[in-house]
C-alpha cells in the first residue's frame, strides 16, 4: 500500500493568515504545512487530528480534506481547519520536540495569504493550488 500524508491548512480568516513551520534542516530554510504521516491502521480523519495537535497542540474536531497531490511518491492529503487566533506550540511529547537541534529547528509561524507565493514553500505542487486558492477567495 502506497504511504500517505495529511497536512492542513489552518486558517484565520479574520486575519487572512495560513499557519506555517519554518524549517531550518541541514542548512536549508524551506516552510511546510503542518502535518505528517499516516500511521498504519490509521484513518485519514484521526491522522490528520493527531499530527496538527503534535505539531501545534490544536485540538480539531472540524475540518475538511480539500485536495490531494502526489508527494515524493506518498498521496498527501490537504485538510482545511477554519479557527480564531491561537498562540501554536509544538506539543510537548511531540516527535519534533523530541528532534529540535541547532540543524534541525521547527518555527511555527503565522503567514498572511497574500505572501505565500514569495515562501519556499513545499510541497510546490500544494503551494500553487493554495495560492490559486486564496487569490479566488476560496480558502
Excluded: C
Excluded at 519556499?120 to 486564496?134: T, Y
Amino acid at each position: 500500500m502506497q504511504k500517505q500524508r495529511v497536512s492542513a491548512l489552518i486558517l484565520n480568516r479574520k486575519n487572512a493568515e495560513i499557519l506555517l513551520i519554518k524549517r531550518f534542516k541541514e542548512g536549508r530554510n524551506y516552510w511546510v504545512f503542518p502535518g505528517g504521516g499516516v500511521e498504519p491502521e490509521e484513518l485519514l480523519e484521526q491522522a490528520i487530528v493527531r499530527e496538527v495537535f503534535e505539531e501545534t497542540s490544536l485540538r480539531i474536531d472540524n475540518y475538511q480534506e480539500i485536495f490531494s497531490v502526489v508527494n515524493r511518491g506518498r498521496k498527501e492529503h490537504f485538510y482545511l481547519v477554519n479557527v480564531q487566533f491561537f498562540e501554536p506550540k509544538l506539543s510537548l511529547h511531540s516527535p519534533e520536540r523530541q528532534t529540535q537541534s541547532s540543524s534541525n529547528r521547527y518555527e511555527l509561524t503565522w503567514v498572511k495569504l497574500n505572501d505565500l507565493s514569495k515562501l519556499d514553500l513545499v510541497p510546490v505542487e500544494a503551494k500553487e493550488i493554495v495560492n490559486s486558492l486564496a487569490s479566488q477567495a476560496r480558502i
